[in-house]
């Protein structure tokens, strides 16, 4: 059999398919640009540039059971969660990240000829992976502000449609979706899926609706507000009866031991990491502010830890180029309904005013 001939055993809809897009990491910069990979600025993946609790530090240095697997069932895991969101354990499930859970719970409702709603521009995520799921994507476009289109996601509903996908805070743009739109998509019956990723800068949830809707599911992450992106840890809130077929499925140790360490004392440190999620909020306001004075942007307001800005003069892959090579790191778009934009995370202080250093500077050579 030559490389050929297994190629055309992929299934057919993937061979074509466009995977998720992530960020580019500093060390692939190496010899590229002028600035050292411990000098760049990182503001293209919304991280958290506090890190994580002191305390989930000193816990992994003296961790010493790296051999033996983790608890499959999630048993003390989703006991310490039970306090923090404030539902029974019951509800809860959680894994390598909330994209895991994603691709779980397309897995649990997926069936062949299924329709999964997705309101865009959105984390693309959903779109790949409910490509990959073997789901038919139904997207329904968000309005010019990008607030979801209710009557529209209502009106793409069908006897096919399994599963409605909406970020809140949405992601890219950071738009928020009021809890009056999502009740009115709960009294479809459809099951609703709300990724809550930025929850903790947004300060409002869904999770207050979960023992009235038994079609409501909700997923967090450890990754934004506690500084744990690179431990992968995430959770969701489902009925129970969905949460115990969620355990049935998932991989047996899908959360490893170093992330049940972080978790176990990023939660103990709560007080500490919010005080984090205060500052990236004061920061994006400041950022905002900072922005609105550069005439050639247009910037979203957002409930996020980022900021979506369209391009208004020039080349918003030319900028993304510029800040690069400065050493600023930030994600550009250039896909429908978000033609030439360009999102910047919040960082410290210091890494906003060397942004809007740099923008300044690279607009009067980008936009001529």
């Known amino acids: 059999m030559s490389s050929d001939d297994i190629v055309k055993l992929i299934r057919p809809e993937l061979q074509s398919l466009g995977g998720y897009s992530a960020h580019t990491s500093p060390e692939t910069l190496a010899g590229k640009i002028d600035v050292l990979a411990d000098k760049i600025i990182k503001l293209d993946a919304n991280e ?3 890190g994580c609790s002191p305390k989930v530090s000193r816990a992994l240095a003296e961790y010493r059971k790296w051999n033996i697997y983790p608890d499959a069932a999630q048993a003390s895991l989703r006991r310490q969660l039970q306090d923090y969101v404030g539902v029974d354990a019951s509800r809860i499930v959680a894994a390598c990240g909330s994209g895991e859970l994603l691709d779980d719970i397309l897995c649990l409702f997926i069936g062949p000829g299924d329709e999964v709603i997705n309101c865009i521009p959105t984390f693309d995520m959903y779109r790949t992976r409910t490509i990959i799921s073997g789901a038919t994507l139904v ?11 209710i009557s529209a996601v209502k009106a793409a509903i069908t006897p096919k449609t399994k599963l409605i996908i909406l970020a ?3 992601s890219p743009t950071g738009t928020a979706t009021p809890e009056s739109d999502i009740l009115e998509l709960l009294e479809t019956g459809a099951p609703v899926l709300v990724d809550e990723a930025y929850y903790e800068f947004y300060g409002k949830t869904a999770v207050t609706l979960v023992d009235r809707y038994p079609n409501l599911m909700v997923l967090r992450t450890f990754s934004k507000w506690a500084g744990l992106a690179g431990l992968r840890a995430g959770y969701g809130i489902f009925p129970p009866e969905i949460a115990s077929y ?3 499925i998932k991989l047996p ?3 490893n031991v170093a992330a049940l360490v972080a978790v176990r004392e990023s939660l103990k440190d709560v007080d500490y990491l919010m005080g984090n999620v205060k500052a990236i909020i004061n920061e994006r306001e400041r950022m905002f502010r900072e922005i609105e004075k550069i005439d050639w942007l247009k910037s979203f307001p957002s409930q996020a830890n980022f900021i979506l800005c369209s391009v208004q003069k020039g080349d918003a892959g030319g900028l993304k180029q510029g800040l690069q090579q400065k050493g600023i790191l ?6 429908p309904r978000l033609q030439n934009c360009i999102r910047f995370s919040v960082g410290k202080p210091e890494d906003t005013d060397t942004l809007i250093e740099a923008l300044q500077e690279l607009g009067g050579k980008t936009n001529g």
């Open 48 to 50: 958290n540039p506090y």
């Open 139 to 149: 997207n329904v476009p968000r309005d010019e502000n990008y607030a979801v289109d």
């Open 168 to 170: 809140n805070p949405n």
């Open 246 to 248: 969620l355990i049935k």
């Open 253 to 255: 140790y899908n959360v």
């Open 330 to 335: 930030v994600r550009y778009f250039d896909q």
